[in-house]
């Protein structure tokens, strides 16, 4: 009976695969699905098998395509198989219905397999650019533009897979390609309900690759967000975690850095110049602090001999301000500099020139007496 109702799908079929339906009519349904189906399968991994071994031996000098050739292995292989599949349900005795089912699903379980396997290739062409940076050097900053481009560009691309294959995935299904055509139609009410939830993933999305490009963050920048200070240690396709001093870890939205005004220490290079304000008597010898800070600098691991300097910015009725300048090579080891400055200074006017702390003067008026 099953021949029979495969007669008609044997006419579209080619040659070999009527006459070897013909041959097969004897055998019960079930063990000649059975059947196909494991040759089928051992086929597509014979197949695969030795395609795998030729390209790996063909492209062993290209570091790229032999890296996808092993990574890409089990989805290949899956991929084969679902290819095989395929063409043992035009052989096997199936009803139309159920040959149109399993090909389907097969159709669809391909299309995911293809997306696992772009999204590998992504994988190792970012991880081969990336092996040319080295972001474990003093002076890094170029290793750390590179890093945030392809980290960015690489989630961006993996959420645009992603959306693609679920999308091509659903369109073989007409029901719901039907509903997606719906979704898309301009004005509909259902179209806006799904804009408007998406509004936040597309904005951030595209903050993204506006922050790949034009960088005004980039992996282990040091920043201070909402009057916070610390470092980006990761940048993701919709928010950014920025690893704060005391180890906290603020999450801030991709479109932040786009909308917000915030401070970047090391948007041009890793050195900073930092400040420690000293508060002393109107009688200090600025000289012999300036001599001190010099020569606390020089005697310091932390300074990078470019710049020192002390000069009094403020003048009050009390107190005279002094602000000492020094740099270091990055924003850590600069407010570590800052805060040895500051011990190693008052312990230097504690210990020495004890007269030059602020004191509290009071004037008393003489009344003249008869």
């Known amino acids: 009976m099953w021949a029979a109702e495969r007669s008609d799908r044997m006419l579209d079929s080619p040659p070999w695969i009527a006459d070897l339906a013909v041959r097969l009519v004897w055998a019960p349904p079930w063990a000649v699905s059975l059947g196909l189906a494991l040759i089928a399968v051992v086929l597509a991994l014979l197949v695969h098998g030795v395609l795998v071994l030729a390209v790996r031996r063909s492209l062993s000098h290209d570091a790229f395509w032999a890296a996808l050739a092993v990574r890409t292995r089990r989805p290949t292989r899956l991929a084969f198989i679902a290819a095989g599949l395929s063409l043992a349900a035009q052989v096997a005795p199936l009803t139309p219905v159920q040959a149109a089912n399993a090909k389907h699903v097969l159709l669809i379980l391909f299309i995911v397999l293809m997306g696992w396997i772009v999204l590998t290739a992504l994988d190792i062409g970012a991880a081969l650019y990336m092996r040319r940076f080295n972001v474990d050097v003093e002076d890094n900053l170029l290793a750390r533009k590179h890093l945030t481009q392809v980290k960015i560009l690489r989630r961006a691309c993996a959420v645009v897979v992603g959306l693609v294959t679920v999308g091509l995935a659903l369109m073989t299904i007409p029901g719901v390609r039907q509903w997606g055509v719906s979704l898309l139609a301009a004005g509909g009410a259902a179209s806006l309900i799904v804009g408007l939830a998406l509004q936040p993933l597309l904005t951030n999305l595209i903050a993204g690759i506006q922050i790949a490009i034009t960088q005004p963050i980039r992996i282990d920048d040091a920043v201070i967000v909402e009057k916070e200070w610390g470092n980006v240690e990761e940048i993701n396709a919709t928010y950014v975690v920025v690893r704060l001093w005391d180890w906290r870890r603020m999450v801030l939205p991709l479109n932040y850095f786009i909308q917000t005004p915030f401070q970047n220490w090391t948007r041009e290079s890793a050195a900073l110049i930092g400040t420690a304000m000293l ?46 300048l020094i740099s270091a090579r990055n924003a850590g080891k600069t407010f570590d500099l800052r805060c040895e400055v500051r011990e190693k200074m008052m312990a230097f006017l504690r210990d020495e020139l004890p007269e030059a702390l602020p004191r509290q003067r009071l004037g008393l008026a003489e009344t003249a007496t008869a």
């Open 279 to 324: 508060y002393v008597d109107h009688a200090a010898p600025i000289d012999r602090l300036r001599a001190k800070l010099e020569e606390i600098a020089k005697d310091s691991k932390l300074w990078d001999g470019k710049v020192v300097n002390l000069a009094v910015t403020d003048v009050t009725a009390q107190v005279m301000e002094v602000r000492c």
